[in-house]
């Protein structure tokens, strides 16, 4: 009997308890690789979500963008690495790449990179007893899936003279109409094809970042950009659009919020 023990005894030594697999459809992020010795024990991602990230005691800043947390744990068998491990490790990994520690205490640490264009925050949490969580967001704008159409413009126009559109994008600073606006020029060019009398103002809004001259003539190219767009592409008459910029001085909410900040970045049809 003792021979059966000694020999599965040594079995087990040379055979460690295979590692769990990490959840169905969930995947490392590119930017950090993981702790050794741990699986996946839950991800989800959200192609547009918010997360406030603490970059001090007691102050947070809230971030929107593509969420993604991943969840993991320490193989059984296998000693978990510390908090403070934990947090080293992910905040050298980000350094390397040119990335910042923003934020650290006992329990968290709040980092951020930029690469490509695309600035990505990560907060690690190490109170996940033999695991820890990652969360991921990868900062910029909702894709606009509902626009007013046509008949909602045309309602608003003649209910109050105008109307907020918030489907047509441009990049930050830049004043050149980006492809993913094409649904709600297509409903502007339809309401101006059904009704050949009408005539509008387009008129370019900003919020309050920056230098006031800066957003007066950003707001002015940008209205002008879709006036451009507008009859050039989508064959509607010169005559009947022109383009205004009137930069953060009609804004819609309070500039001290990013959810303010994008509500008065916008562009209005204004009935002449």
Known sequence: ????????????????????????????????????????????????????????????????????????????????????????????????????????????????????????????????????????????????????????????????GHVALYGIYFDTGKSEVKPESKPALEEIAKLLKQDPSLKLKVVGHTDMTGAMDTNMALSQARAQAVVNVLTTQYGIATTRLKGYGVGPLAPLSANDSEEGRAKNRRVELVKE
């Open 1 to 160: 009997m003792k021979c059966h023990v000694l020999i599965l005894t040594i079995l087990l030594a040379a055979f460690p308890l295979l590692a769990k697999p990490d959840k169905p459809g969930s995947k490392d992020n590119p930017l950090l690789t993981r702790m050794q010795n741990t699986y996946i024990e839950n991800y989800r991602t959200n192609p547009f979500d918010k997360f406030s990230f603490k970059v001090a005691t007691g102050k947070v800043t809230p971030v929107e963008g593509k969420l993604t947390e991943i969840r993991y744990k320490t193989d059984d068998g296998i000693e978990a690495p510390t908090p403070t491990a934990i947090l080293r490790n992910h905040q050298q990994a980000i350094r390397k790449v040119g990335g910042t520690v923003l934020f650290e205490d006992n329990r968290f640490t709040t980092l951020k990179v930029t690469k490509g264009g695309l600035e990505t925050w990560i907060q690690v949490d190490t109170a996940w007893g033999r695991g820890y969580m990652l969360t991921i967001l990868e900062k910029g704008d909702m894709v606009q899936e509902v626009i007013a159409d046509a008949a909602a413009m045309k309602g608003d126009l003649q209910s109050t």
